[in-house]
């Protein structure tokens, strides 16, 4: 296994805001939403919090359902991988973003936590390679990602 890695991400945590759902110029669509996980710890008797904000998106039919089914402040298990794409903006200054290609969504909490009545929508994706349902390839380009 020389030369091979792992790009794993699972986390739980809550969404900040309602997802946004937009199609790439190929016409495939895509969620984003920004989830929050807070850590707390206690030191010297003094308890404390860290909240680290993950920007996740989402390809196809699971976009669809995240765009459907969740909400702000809603809580969720993800799991995915980690990514980190550059380019310019309009002023022709390099930027940078990480984010999570989420590749599996769990709803958690309780059945009255969504719109739609249900807490246990999940869609599973192995990887984004071929297939169909949720096993959606990303845009083949960034140009196909408008942020």
């Keep these: 296994m020389a030369g091979r890695g792992v790009n794993k991400v699972i986390l739980i945590g809550h969404l900040g805001a309602d997802p946004e ?3 790439g110029s190929s016409g495939n669509p895509f969620t984003t939403f920004n989830l929050a996980t807070t850590e707390s ?12 904000w993950h920007r996740i998106i989402v ?21 995915g991988k980690i990514q980190t794409r550059s380019w310019e903006d309009k002023d022709g200054i390099k930027r ?3 984010e999570i290609l989420c ?3 769990q709803m958690l909490g309780s059945a009255g936590d969504t719109a739609a009545g249900g807490g246990n929508t999940s869609e599973r994706s192995s990887s984004y390679g071929g ?3 949720a096993n959606q390839a990303p845009p083949a380009n960034e140009d196909d990602i408008p942020f």
């Design 131 to 133: 297939g169909g349902g």
């Design 103 to 105: 590749q599996n969504m």
């Design 21 to 23: 759902m937009k199609y």
């Design 59 to 79: 390809f196809g039919k699971l976009a669809e359902i995240c765009a459907q089914y969740l909400t702000k402040g809603k809580q969720v298990y993800i799991e």
């Design 96 to 98: 940078w973003s990480t």
């Design 41 to 52: 710890w206690t030191k010297d008797g003094q308890k404390t919090e860290k909240t680290e």
